[in-house]
């Protein structure tokens, strides 16, 4: 069993719609969260940074950590075109250290 | 202010042949951790750097790849021999003492033939 789990998709929605991507894990140490996005050939660049359980709101996206069921979510309201991307979720147990652990990545398409 | 920068963005090599890959991290960053992401696939750490200590080896898949940082910045992944299994994007991070998040580098893309 890996890790950090991510289900690679790919995911299509239409223009509008509320889009919901998830990661499970195992290491009940993880306290650091992070959702990065990675358009197509482009580095991968931090979206959202969340620390402990909780919802963290930015915009049209929230970030929520369910540290009991080792479950985080991130949810794009109003979702537009350019928001196809691949988003990954990773996540640490320390700060600052190099133990982060990154997920496979979701495929989204959101369709005009 | 200026971000991760890595070049070249694009290596074709042949096999057997060394490569080198650059990596500029944020300035002022005292971390910074290659990774190896191939198609379909998550991130796989490579190495870590942080400040003088000494650097996290331990995801380096062969002798083949070594790194080195020089003055605590700039870096070099070196992969001598390449095969055709290193084809993949070569990213590089940077992060600071007081965040933990890591800040990417736009990758290289290397194609063994």
């Known amino acids: 069993q890996k890790e950090v789990e991510q289900d690679p998709g790919p995911l299509s929605v239409p223009e509008g719609a509320i889009v919901s991507l998830n990661c499970t894990y195992s290491?009940?140490?993880?306290?650091?969260f992070m959702w990065y996005r990675q358009y197509s050939r482009k580095g991968p660049e931090l979206l959202m940074y969340t620390y402990s359980s909780g919802n963290k709101e930015d915009g049209r996206f929230t970030a929520q950590v369910d540290k009991s069921s080792k479950y985080i979510s991130l949810f794009i309201r109003d979702s537009q075109p350019s928001d196809s991307a691949t988003y990954l979720c990773?996540?640490?147990?320390?700060?600052?250290?190099?133990?982060?652990?990154f997920g496979a990545g979701t495929r989204l398409t959101v369709k005009p | 202010g200026a971000g991760v920068s890595q070049s070249p963005s694009n290596k074709v090599t042949e096999k057997g042949k060394d490569v080198e890959l650059r990596c500029d991290p944020i300035s002022g960053h005292t971390a910074l951790y290659w990774y190896r992401q191939s198609l379909g696939q998550g991130l796989e750490f490579l190495i870590y750097f942080q400040g003088n200590s000494a650097p996290d080896k331990s995801g380096l898949p062969s002798d083949r790849f070594s790194a080195e940082r020089t003055g605590g910045s700039v870096s070099t992944l070196t992969i001598q021999r390449t095969q055709q299994e290193d084809s993949a994007v070569y990213l590089c991070a940077s992060s600071s003492w007081t965040v933990s998040e890591q800040y990417f580098g736009p990758g290289t893309r290397l194609t063994v033939t």
């Open positions: 290491n009940s140490a993880f306290q650091y």
């Open positions: 990773a996540m640490s147990a320390f700060y600052n250290n190099n133990d982060m652990r």
